[in-house]
């Protein structure tokens, strides 16, 4: 396939490209090669939360009014909860059902099957199609609460997290990590009970915190199925964006992204060396000597190593 | 300090070694070698499932009925929902007070700070020191639900799920992944309406999967706040360790551990010689280029490889 295809807006050939890259193809590679110079256009938003904090429907309400701004829209749903079967939250999905049929929306679903521990630069590699297509803004919805999300929200620009009341105690200890990554709050299913001394938490947090800088991360109330501060949560991951511009920061996370892909490369490359048949041979000989005990896993690795 | 020490029962000198192995200090390597050959006594279980389901309640009831069985017991709750602050979810552990004190168990809380990607490794090397003190079972316990959890399972030998009823449709979603690493299912707060239909259907679940070959994992109900089915848990718990011995699946999965642990070490060792001062020089260089899309970040991964 033509990667120009991708440019002029193909929509098969985007998701021809997609699965090329998740596959690891190495057409997939040179798409994504051919492709890296057109993209740096769009503003790249992540979504995150634990389970059941309507994540789904804000990023459908989101999508649905970026697109009455006359914008087009990319969304990449992460699903780190599901690394075997790769699939996508069909319940959810359906709701995205109504935009999904519109050209200037496209919507990608992503499990993490066979990209353990890389699923962050998949997911970049996958905005980065979007990018390219032409997308103003691209949303990344991650689902699941763990490290996989830390590690996506490294490849955004924005990072909104949602929270909403009464999730019980062991789910806001959460915030102590994620209240570091958190452009933009939001307190979602504000009509329930509790919202308002959620907001105070967390606006009490972020003053113990302060870790970020010149910009003061706003708290923003949303009601999803309502539709209601959808407007306002834009307004606000805008001008997260331009903020970040300013003051220098998309510029620094740019040269931090391209730092862990290019690691990331590196040791995909440096490991592909032990796929020869006779280090394979070897391999399966240590494993046994140390499962026996008769080996520790280091002595084995500097004999694979030193081969 | 002297490995022996670990061996003779010495809490300070085993809670010094677990330090120096998470700090990846070249000491905490040499004891974790010395320990090897004293490891594989110890039944390692790992108790898992999504935020507030009870997982610490249930792993302290789990722990004082060991006790009460004459066990030596372990216990290490890795919380990966905090990859910056590294540090432990105090509101839970302090109901482990009651244990703490007891010469027989040690408990180990851990991050997930500076070990990004490598969390199973670490924890499996923490219950090796666990299993070498002599501790006749190790409960793992893991917060959240993404890819870590997973990781840390393929450590552990016995892996118990645990479920709530009442968490909403995108949490039930979780059990599509979970399904597969459960060799136990716990429906916990069972005195809460919905428990009985959310047996049914896990029931029918694990029917349509048949994932576990020889071992069909039970369903078992729990209320661990009033110590109501934590017997019959841990009966389940030795009945599939007497199973997976038999039928084989250790010793698989203990290859398959040694496996897992030998790559991580061989691409840490070759990632190390990316750090010498000229590499580095090199690798700040491009990634600029990269973030300018002078670059794309295969052709500087290539660059790496071959200076």
Not at 61 to 84: C, H, Q, T
Request: overall charge neutral.
């Amino acid at each position: 396939m033509d990667f120009k295809d991708v440019l002029k807006g193909n929509k098969r050939a985007i998701a021809r490209a997609m699965s090329l890259i998740e596959d690891e193809d190495p057409q997939g590679l040179s798409i994504l090669r051919a492709l890296h110079k057109h993209t740096g256009k769009a503003h790249i938003v992540g979504i995150t939360g634990a389970p059941g904090v309507g994540k789904s429907t804000l990023v459908y309400r989101m999508a649905k009014a970026l697109r009455k701004r006359g914008e087009r829209v990319g969304i990449v749903a992460v699903d780190p909860s599901s690394p075997f079967t790769g699939g996508a939250l069909l319940g959810d999905r359906i709701r995205m059902m109504g935009i999904a049929t519109d050209p200037e929306v496209f919507i990608r679903s992503m499990g993490t099957r066979g990209c353990l521990g890389g699923l962050a630069r998949k997911t970049y590699e996958i905005a980065k199609v979007l990018d390219a297509w032409g997308a103003d803004t691209i949303l990344v919805e991650t689902v699941g609460t763990g490290q996989a999300e830390v590690d996506v929200v490294q490849a955004v620009q924005t990072c909104i997290v949602i929270l909403v009341s009464g999730l019980g105690d062991e789910v806001q200890t959460f915030k102590a990590g994620i209240m570091e990554i958190g452009d933009i709050f939001v307190v979602n299913k504000a009509d329930r009970g509790g919202a308002d001394r959620l907001v105070l938490e967390v606006q009490a947090m972020l003053e113990l915190g302060q870790v970020h800088g010149k910009w003061e991360p706003p708290i923003i109330k949303t009601i999803a199925t309502e539709d209601s501060g959808v407007e306002e949560l834009i307004d606000g991951m805008k001008k997260h964006y331009e903020t970040a511009k300013e003051i220098g920061i998309l510029g620094h996370k740019c040269i931090e992204r391209a730092m862990l892909d290019i690691e990331d490369i590196v040791r995909d490359r440096m490991m592909a060396g032990l796929l020869t048949p006779g280090k394979k041979h070897l391999m399966k000989e240590l494993c046994k000597k140390v499962a026996d005990k008769k080996m520790d896993p280091y002595e084995a690795a500097e004999k694979v190593l030193c081969e």
